[in-house]
Structures are given as C-alpha cells and as structure tokens.
C-alpha cells in the first residue's frame, strides 16, 4: 500500500534569529471517509546533520495504566529520558519491549507500585504488557530537540529551526512506514504551510507476541483481570 502525501507550498519561515518553524497540518485518509480521532497520535521529527543537531534535554514523564489502558498512548522523549509507568488498576502489569536496542522488563508489579525506564538509544519503541495483549503504548526517543505531536485538528510546529535542507519524517501507528520528505527552510517569509495526508484506508489492528516471543494465551482479551 502507498502512502499518499501531499505538500502543498513551503515551510513557514521566519528568519532563524526570530523563531523560524516548520509549520503545517496533517490529515488522515480513512476508510468511508470517517473523520480520524487520533491526529495527535502522529509525530513530526526533522533530520538533521550533525552541525545543526541540538539536543533536548532529557525529561522524567509517567504513561499511567488505567483500565488496562497506557495513557498517553504516544510520547516522545529527548534521549536519555525516563518514562515511568505507575500502575493504577487492582492487579498486576508486567510492562515490556523488545524494540532493540530499547528493550526492557519491568517485571509484573501491582497496583500503587512505579517502574521505570531510561531510554539510552534513539527510535521507535513498542510498550506491550506481558499479561493483557491489547495494551500498547508507542516511546519516541529523539537525537535533536527538532520535532513536535499535532493538536488535535492536526495542525503542527516545529520551531526554531535553523536555515537549511532537512528530511521531514512523519510517524503514525497505523501507517504501514513513516513517511520521508525533503524540505527546506529559509529566511524568506510567509510561503503556505506544508499539508501532509496520511493513508490509513488499509490499516488492519495486529496481534504481537509476549515477551518470550510466543503467542498470548487463546482467552487473552477475556481475561478476569
């Protein structure tokens, strides 16, 4: 399946001593034409060479588990950065990945008890939950500080961005790959912003495995707890 993407105009500049930014909207193309409820779910990341790489900071931030349910569902983190997952429900979690080099086990652990994890390498990390196969939460983690999560009309930004040519990676789970576009920031002002449409049209919800890499238990999703 291909991803349709389509740009429309340039980047929104303004000079970089005034806060330029990578500016514009995503869509999502879906099946009847159903409006998308998850537009804040994508992530937006520039590419950069090294003389213009700058570093974020790096974060402490919580994904909760509630109702057998991470929320946020998405974050995006600044390398070197911990994600800790307190667990709300009244039984136990096991919290896991195996996303090289980014895997981790948190071993199971119950209600009011907070395990985390620091994220030393950048990429795309999947979070499942040895015990319930439906939960998943996706960890961004970032080499530059260039990068941002639409609001929920899909609108977005990417500010202070130095003057140059970049490749704009845009990621979304239920895409089938990110979409990759060259672009290029100036000092001139004013061009339109970049319209992104993403297509969703074949996205099919797959099962994973646990983390001994077997297949879940057939009752899995009718579980107890």
């Not at 105009?9 to 879906?30: D, Y």
């Amino acid at each position: 399946m291909r991803v349709v993407v389509g740009i429309v105009g340039l980047l929104a500049v303004v000079g970089f001593s005034t806060a330029s930014r990578v500016a514009g909207r995503i869509v999502i193309l879906e099946k009847d034409n159903k409006p998308s409820p998850d537009l804040s779910n994508a992530v937006l990341y520039l590419e950069t060479p090294a003389s213009v790489t700058t570093a974020a900071r790096p974060v402490t931030l919580e994904i909760a588990i509630t109702d057998k349910t991470y929320a946020p569902h998405v974050v995006v983190v600044p390398l070197g950065s911990t994600v800790r997952f307190p667990n709300h429900d009244p039984f136990n979690h096991n919290v896991f990945s195996v996303s090289e080099p980014n895997s981790f086990d948190l071993g199971l652990y119950g209600r009011g008890e907070t395990k985390g994890y620091t994220f030393e390498h950048p990429g795309l990390v999947r979070v499942y939950c040895n015990v319930h196969p439906r939960m998943v939460a996706y960890v961004l983690v970032m080499e530059n500080r260039y990068y941002a999560q639409p609001a929920n009309d899909g609108s977005f930004a990417i500010d202070d961005v130095p003057a140059g040519r970049y490749r704009l990676h845009v990621w979304h789970e239920r895409i089938p790959s990110e979409v990759v576009k060259d672009v290029a920031a100036s000092s001139a002002g004013g061009p339109p912003e970049l319209q992104i449409a993403l297509n969703a049209r074949g996205y099919k919800w797959e099962p994973h495995r646990n983390k001994y890499g077997r297949n879940y238990p057939t009752n899995a999703g009718r579980e107890r707890y």
